[in-house]
C-alpha cells in the first residue's frame, strides 16, 4: 500500500510561483511511477505531469509545458512540481498519483494510489 500526502498549494498572484510536494510511503520512489494530476471546478481531472520510476523521464501536459517542473529526491521519498509563470486558469485542486511498473502514463485510470489534493488558486 502506498500513501500519498500533498502539500504547498496555496493562492499566489498570476506570474507567481509555488512548490507542490508529494510525500510518498509505503515503497520507494524506485518502484513507482509519479504523476501530478489537476481537477478544477466542474472539469474531468487532467493530466499535469510525470516523471518515470528511474526519474530519467519526464513528460508534461502542453498547458503546463515550459512553465512547471516535474522532479524527485529519492532521500526524502518526495516529488515536487514546480510551477512558475502561474494562470488564473491554474487554479484547480492538485492531485499526487503513483503507479506501479517501468512506464509512465497519462490516464487516471492508471493510477492505482492517490493523494487527498492541495488547492492552488491563482488571482489575476
Avoid: H
Amino acid at each position: 500500500q502506498v500513501q500519498l500526502i500533498e502539500s504547498g498549494g496555496g493562492l499566489v498572484q498570476a506570474g507567481g510561483s509555488l512548490r507542490l510536494s508529494c510525500a510518498a510511503s509505503g515503497r520507494t520512489l524506485s518502484s513507482l511511477a509519479m504523476g501530478w494530476f489537476r481537477q478544477a471546478p466542474g472539469k474531468e481531472r487532467e493530466f499535469v505531469a510525470v516523471i518515470n520510476c528511474s526519474g530519467g523521464s519526464t513528460y508534461y501536459a502542453d498547458s503546463v509545458k515550459g512553465r512547471s517542473t516535474i522532479s524527485r529526491d529519492t532521500a526524502k521519498n518526495t516529488v515536487y512540481l514546480q510551477m512558475n509563470s502561474l494562470k488564473p486558469e491554474d487554479k484547480a485542486v492538485y492531485y499526487c498519483a503513483a503507479r506501479s511498473g517501468l512506464t509512465i502514463a497519462i490516464v487516471t485510470t492508471f493510477y492505482s494510489y492517490w493523494g487527498q489534493g492541495t488547492q492552488v488558486s491563482v488571482s489575476s
